[in-house]
């Protein structure tokens, strides 16, 4: 097979996959995994995908600076984030200290949360009002505002942030790379969530599978510092980035 019908068949299989090892490729396409993985190089080069160790994925789609408000996210693949809600809510133990980020699977986890015992804090000011309306022990992170998320941000929230010590944290996110990681538009939310993360035991990313793939303007975690609940199992190059549940089958 000549070099330029390989570079074809190598890109027409990674673009259908989204996400392949090199073994795999070498398989499909009837050559040596050397040969592949100098394709591999030479395509990552020219701008057409993306190499990752052990294989490689289709080009993230990057998504900038903008975001949906709220009030359209709250519409979005709703049965997707109520399982993955449902699920998280199971995690929270009677002596935990739980931070719960804006956002709105984070909302929605609140509906599920049946233990009383457990500490909570949270940036938002939909999910401060859902946890004292279900008599929960709740605290709320004071600062700035941001209107588009209705999650507080800033300096001053950042600062309250580094107070404490969570056992666990429920994390939303705009978007997960293999190599950007998670990612979101606002620098200053970016900034919180990075916080939140580095105070937390155990970081838990909640996210539907459309997340998967998408890169935003800033990084708040690489992929290996939080687990991921998320309705379908993505490619399995993230699989072997983080630990991944997946809570509907």
Do not use: W
Not at 140 to 157: L, N, R, S, Y
Not at 176 to 200: C, L, W, Y
Not at 220 to 242: Q, V
């Amino acid at each position: 097979m000549l070099t330029q019908e390989r570079y074809h068949s190598i890109l027409s299989i990674v673009n259908d996959k989204k996400a392949i090892s090199v073994a795999e490729l070498a398989k499909l396409v009837g050559t040596s995994e050397s040969t592949i993985r100098r394709d591999l190089t030479a395509l990552d080069e020219l701008g057409k995908l993306k190499k990752v160790f052990g294989g490689a994925t289709s080009l993230s789609k990057l998504e900038g600076i903008f975001e949906d408000n709220v009030n359209l996210r709250e519409t979005l693949m709703n049965a997707e984030k109520t399982e993955i809600a449902r699920y998280s809510a199971t995690l929270i133990n009677d002596s935990d200290f739980v931070f719960i980020d804006a956002g709105t699977t984070t909302s929605r986890l609140i509906d599920f949360i049946e233990n009383d015992k457990a500490t909570y804090i949270t940036n938002g000011i939909v999910h401060a009002r859902k946890l004292i309306q279900k008599g929960l022990n709740a605290y709320m992170i004071g600062g700035k505002v941001k209107p588009a998320t209705e999650a507080v941000v800033g300096a001053e929230g950042i600062a309250n942030l580094r107070n404490f010590n969570f056992s666990k944290a429920f994390m939303g996110t705009n978007g997960i790379d293999i190599t950007a990681g998670f990612t979101t538009p606002d620098i200053e939310e970016a900034m919180m969530k990075e916080a939140a993360v580095n105070r937390s035991y155990m970081p838990f990313v909640l996210a539907d599978h459309t997340k998967f793939r998408r890169v935003f303007s800033v990084t708040f975690s690489k992929l290996k510092k939080c687990c991921i609940i998320t309705d379908a199992m993505p490619d399995a190059l993230y699989m072997k980035e983080t630990v991944i549940k997946e809570v509907m089958k």
